[in-house]
DNA sequence: ACTTGTTTCCAACATTTGATGGAGAACCAT
DNA sequence: ATGGTTCTCCATCAAATGTTGGAAACAAGT
């Protein structure tokens, strides 16, 4: 039986799924603490109660919204791993470049989110995300830095950290680095891709020396 | 005549410094939203209107520490420019990543200040900062990707920012990334540097094809 | 029409939170 | 000691916030 979050997923159109992508664009902004139910209930255009009727408490909310990101993000590391299968690693950083950007640059609460969960101590504390741990053993086997996704070193999860956080930085911090590059929105997002490529490919295809 | 912030940095001792640091620390931890007045007094051992006589409104507070917080930045910053002062570019990004690695990680909530400012918007905005261009600016001369100050074009900036953000990513994350990667602080931050130089310096050293 | 179950809203609640007024200490020069 | 200034706390306020009970609206089967 599909669990509670699964149905609003695939009813985005229900009140359940309405009130969690509303929840998402907000704590996405703000951040658990900067979020309020009733801000997340006016958005939507319902009472509060409502909103309580549907999901409990905020907190229980906010870790619906963690947990349908990182379904988002599962598929679409996986959708990348199908695009790129085969192809060596240059090309495999590039295209995951490329398709990353472009979908944290449409989803911009995405990023926001991640960072959230990774750098802000919640007050009440919830259990630690054992999600974030898979795709990055995901990734260091795609990257061919792992042999084994149970065996990944801690230098092949650092490598692929420092690649994945180079990514969602500049989605994330669009609003504040963008008026200082002084680009528009199309703009920005060239410059970041070509500026994670001129970053991150040569470190991994140099010759060693 | 020194501004208020300018007498409690000098004397850190006194109430005003006293409340500084503590708010500091715990909006480092729990952003803006997360931190209330009541905690920051209680980290002091004061009462609140205690610190209300000193900063007046939490607002003002935070702008307070945000400002303390680019100054340092900003005579680290200055510190590493000396110690590098015509070396070659891998040496000064070698210096550079392991000063400032140690800096941030033992000042924590430095980093994390800056992501919540880069990333976060405040439900009550403040105005746009332009301490962050500077340094920037400087960055990017000191690296050679700008001649003038006055006029970094966008692609170098994104690089330095690129830079920029994977370093105060894994002193930021350190309590979400150590644990999966099962590593002690010391090796933890011994891999961060490694890693950092093996992405960073690559991109930054190789000869043009 | 009547029952039964689901969904929505109104009203209210207890806490928490940002903020202040005013009374007393503490300090200090005279 | 006295007067003035600076500092600290207690008590309190109004607004915001998380959360709930219960009544109405709605839907659907019989």
């Not at 695009?83 to 470049?97: C, F, M, Q, S, T």
């Not at 640059?105 to 741990?133: C, G, I, Q």
């Not at 969602?168 to 970041?192: H, Q, T």
Request: aromatic share 10%; charged share 25%; proline share 4%.
């Amino acid at each position: 039986m599909p669990s509670p979050l699964e149905k609003a997923r695939q009813a985005p159109d229900s009140m359940k799924g309405r009130i969690l992508s509303a929840a998402r664009k907000l704590f996405g902004e703000y951040g658990f603490h900067g979020v309020t139910t009733r801000m997340i209930a006016k958005a939507v255009g319902i009472d509060i109660s409502t909103l309580y009727y549907h999901w409990g408490e905020k907190q229980d909310l906010y870790e619906a919204v963690l947990t349908d990101l990182n379904e988002d993000i599962r598929l679409k590391l996986r959708e990348i791993e199908k695009l790129v299968h085969g192809k060596p690693l240059d090309v495999r950083l590039e295209v995951a470049i490329d398709v990353m950007s472009d979908y944290l640059f449409h989803n911009p609460e995405a990023s926001n989110l991640m960072l959230f969960s990774y750098f802000v101590k919640t007050r009440t504390r919830s259990d630690l995300d054992t999600r974030m741990t898979e795709h990055l053993a995901n990734i260091a086997v795609a990257m061919g830095l792992a042999l084994d996704k149970t065996h990944v070193p801690p230098q092949a999860n650092a490598r692929v950290l420092a690649v994945w956080n180079s990514i969602i930085n500049f989605a994330s911090g669009e609003n504040y680095f963008r008026p200082m590059l002084s680009l528009d929105r199309d703009a920005y997002l060239e410059v970041v891709k070509e500026t994670l490529k001129f970053i991150l490919i040569p470190a991994f295809t140099r010759k060693d020396s």
